[in-house]
């Protein structure tokens, strides 16, 4: 799918929470079709951080641009570009696939097509539909953000282990857990990705609950019982706070010394 629109809720698990968790959820939940991944985000930013700052400032609206890879890539690889949108809690996500090639090509400003024509996927099915009218429409909207946020650019890295499930009797429910997070804002590219820095200190999890509807009753009360309340939990927005926390540390000691 390349269009998503739904409401996604997230949770920082303690170790002792997780297993908690899965223990409650056993039977309930089965593995996605991709149930387990390394998953790979390169969040693109303005020289100012406008979108990460407007998104940390917690109001209706927000919205970032980001290329993920699951697994390792190379310049070959298929990767998605996506945009990622939230108002009023609703969670909206249109993406297109593509080489990562062509998508460090076009979010530098080459046309869509002669990106995708240049560096193509070599699944030939996938290569048709990055090139059908669903595709395009995407790629025109990425375009316009590209163009409309002056000196877009990588600005940060974040890589995550993932399991994906979900519900044995409603599989538009989805859960996730995010494990081993690490950020880097060093990095401009996906090859090779690894984060440098860890994010969480204590083995914390994250768990995204994903839903079009009311969650069924056993998660509401596997959640109660291991007293899971929801948080702001963006990796991208804890990386950046982390990522200057790190610069103001070594601006002190830098002064200190």
């Not at 593995?31 to 998104?55: F, K």
């Amino acid at each position: 799918m390349d269009t998503f629109e739904r409401k996604e809720t997230k949770y920082l698990l303690s170790p002792l929470q997780y297993l908690q968790f899965r223990a409650l959820a056993e039977g309930h939940l089965v593995p996605a079709e991709y149930h387990e991944s390394d998953v790979s985000s390169l969040y693109y930013d303005t020289p100012d951080d406008l979108l990460i700052n407007r998104s940390l400032q917690g109001g209706k609206y927000k919205e970032k641009l980001r290329v993920r890879s699951y697994g390792a890539a190379t310049q070959s690889s298929p990767v998605f570009i996506e945009i990622k949108k939230k108002f009023k809690g609703i969670t909206y996500k249109r993406r297109v696939n593509c080489t990562l090639a062509a998508a460090s090509a076009f979010l530098a400003g080459m046309d869509y097509l002669e990106a995708i024509e240049r560096w193509p996927l070599k699944d030939t099915a996938a290569q048709e539909y990055a090139h059908g009218t669903m595709s395009r429409q995407i790629a025109g909207e990425l375009a316009w953000m590209r163009d409309h946020y002056e000196g877009i650019a990588p600005k940060m890295l974040v890589t995550t282990h993932r399991l994906s499930f979900v519900d044995v009797d409603d599989p538009d429910l989805r859960i996730t857990f995010d494990s081993n997070v690490r950020w880097d804002n060093m990095s401009t590219t996906l090859e090779k990705a690894a984060g440098r820095h860890e994010l969480f200190d204590n083995g914390e999890r994250i768990l995204e609950i994903k839903c079009g509807s009311a969650y069924p009753m056993w998660l509401v009360a596997a959640l109660n019982e291991c007293g899971i309340r929801p948080q702001s939990v963006s990796k991208y927005g804890r990386a950046y706070q982390a990522a200057a926390m790190r610069e103001r540390r070594i601006h002190t000691a830098r002064h200190a010394a």
